[in-house]
């Protein structure tokens, strides 16, 4: 055999061989696992079902931009004071009342050239300098510095809401940012709104508050108000015989003693003496020693574990506890997978809030699932027995290209992992049209070729020659325009584009070098073919 054809048929093998390796996950019903032989083996990745086919929940969510606004202001005012104590500034008053303003008041005007020389060194780009009467200055973010402040809050949101959804093992998940503020989610194959809605929108602020001794209790504290520099939260707390719920009321500090930041890690156990769920908190070597001198501080006090201003427990602290890890129990073993989740993937900067929400069932999906695969079929065939009627035998090998292209298409969908939705299925559907259309291209080409008197081989030569520009342009243009369809549409419309791009790429492949291929091959075993039957 000619060595040009045989390299060109074992690199059709293996564009072939390839494919259906990457197809075999799928075809086998999913991934194998580890115990399972063959695991080395075969790829991890399979075909995804999007959320028209598998069914599962629509969120559209809102980022609250202000409250991460106003947060980060008092956080900004708490390092003001710190810097201002650190040059030794006194007689001096800060207060923000839950805005984007810091009010900054001066007791001697003397202190003022020292205010201005640490606000201009550290804050040159941050603050500025909204309205000043005398002593009293409003202090407020620079234009830069609120937007760059909420389109942080934004993207961090994002991924935040992204390593949750990823923790918590939801399969190809879509998740993308709508505007300034809002997010689009799409959860195939989740069937419980409600606890995915609590699994994303958990502030998840993590903070240790001592809870107060004094004289006043806290149904006092209820009752005529808590004394200054205190709060009451409420812990849930369910019977484990009735199943009745009740609130129990704290009486806390205000200040936090200490706060999630530097919680490395949280995991649901049992506990050693009934089995309930609790949840485990590991923090770093920062906050292992800060926890430490926490426990040492206040032996013999109670200590309040506070998440997103709600009570999980308030245990004695009996003695210290050097290897910074504590736990949080009076929970389901369900609530207690949510917070481990949500306390392992970061607090979110800002409140979250559902502005849509929308339930796909499984049965609607495997309706499109049907419908889709009746088409594809259907069209398949139509296109098929055309061909074999309008040019005879060579219609054949445009056929058996045809064929070739669900292997290499559904292997490479495969291999990247991508999710095939509704819109997909007709992107396959789009691609068995375009993989004839470069079919009638050459064969047209080769008909005119042999019109003007050429043999076989030079009919074949001449047209696959002659077709190929006009193939390649035509497919370039449309690739370009399922890349601008993937960049901006949403979850179905890029499962299109995603479809059609590798569908364009392995309709033109195979059109123009499988076609030919098997062309030269039944030329170079029959050389005394006299006509072409097309």
Not at 13 to 33: A, E, F, K, N, R
Not at 68 to 83: E, I, K
Not at 220 to 236: D, F, H, K, Q, S
Not at 504 to 514: G, H, K, P, V
């Amino acid at each position: 055999m000619n060595k040009n054809l045989m390299w060109r048929g074992i690199i059709l093998l293996l564009v072939i061989g390839g494919g259906l390796y990457y197809l075999l996950p799928t075809l086998l019903g999913g991934v194998p696992s580890k115990d399972e032989p063959g695991f080395s083996i075969l790829p991890s990745k399979v075909i995804n079902l999007g959320l028209d086919l598998k069914g599962g929940i629509y969120l559209a969510m809102e980022v609250d931009l202000q409250v991460a606004v106003n947060n980060a202001t008092r956080r900004t005012m708490d390092d003001l004071r710190r810097r201002l104590n650190d040059a030794n500034v006194t007689g001096y008053r800060l207060e923000n009342e839950n805005s984007p303003e810091i009010l900054l008041e001066l007791n001697d005007p003397a202190n003022q050239a020292a205010v201005t020389e640490i606000l201009d060194r550290y804050y040159g780009e941050t603050l500025r300098v909204a309205s000043r009467e005398g002593t009293k200055s409003v202090l407020t973010y620079t234009t830069d510095a609120l937007a760059d402040l909420r389109d942080m809050t934004a993207r961090q949101a994002l991924e935040t809401i992204r390593n949750r959804i990823d923790m918590y093992g939801v399969a190809e998940p879509d998740i993308r940012p709508q505007g300034e503020d809002r997010i689009i989610i799409q959860l195939p194959g989740v069937s419980d709104p409600e606890e995915a809605i609590v699994l994303i929108g958990k502030t998840a602020i993590l903070e240790f508050k001592l809870v107060d001794d004094g004289t006043t209790t806290p149904e006092e504290a209820i009752r005529v108000g808590a004394p200054p520099g205190t709060e009451v939260l409420y812990e849930r707390y369910v019977d484990p015989v009735s199943g009745v719920e009740s609130r129990i009321p704290h009486l806390l500090r205000k200040q936090a003693l200490m706060t999630g930041d530097s919680l490395v890690d949280s995991r649901v156990v049992r506990g050693q003496q009934f089995g309930e769920p609790q949840v485990t908190l590991t923090f770093d070597s920062r906050g292992a020693r800060e926890f430490d001198e926490l426990t040492s501080r206040y032996v013999g006090r109670r200590l309040a574990i506070v998440l997103d201003n709600q009570v999980y427990s308030a245990p004695v602290i009996k003695t210290r506890i050097p290897d910074g890890e504590a736990y949080i129990d009076q929970m389901t073993l369900d609530e207690a997978r949510v917070l481990s989740v949500v306390l392992r993937a970061g607090a979110l900067p800002a409140p979250v809030s559902v502005l849509e929400q929308r339930t796909v069932g499984p049965s609607m999906g495997q309706d499109s699932i049907k419908q889709g695969f009746t088409a594809g079929v259907t069209g398949l065939c139509l296109i098929l027995g055309f061909i074999l009627v309008y040019y005879r035998l060579s219609g054949v090998v445009a056929d058996l290209a045809l064929l070739v292209n669900f292997p290499i298409v559904l292997g490479a969908l495969a291999a990247f992992g991508a999710t095939l939705t509704l819109p997909g299925i007709f992107g396959l559907v789009l691609t068995m049209a375009m993989a004839v259309d470069a079919n009638v291209l050459i064969f047209e080409r080769i008909r005119e070729e042999t019109r003007l008197g050429k043999g076989p081989s030079g009919a074949i030569k001449g047209g696959f020659d002659r077709a190929f520009w006009t193939i390649f342009d035509s497919n370039i243009t449309t690739i370009l325009a399922a890349m601008v369809l993937y960049q901006f549409g949403s979850g179905p419309i890029r499962g299109f584009a995603v479809t059609l791009i590798i569908g364009i790429l392995s309709s033109m492949f195979t059109a123009i070098f499988a076609s030919r291929w098997i062309f030269d091959l039944v030329l170079y075993n029959r050389r005394k073919i006299k006509k072409i039957s097309i």
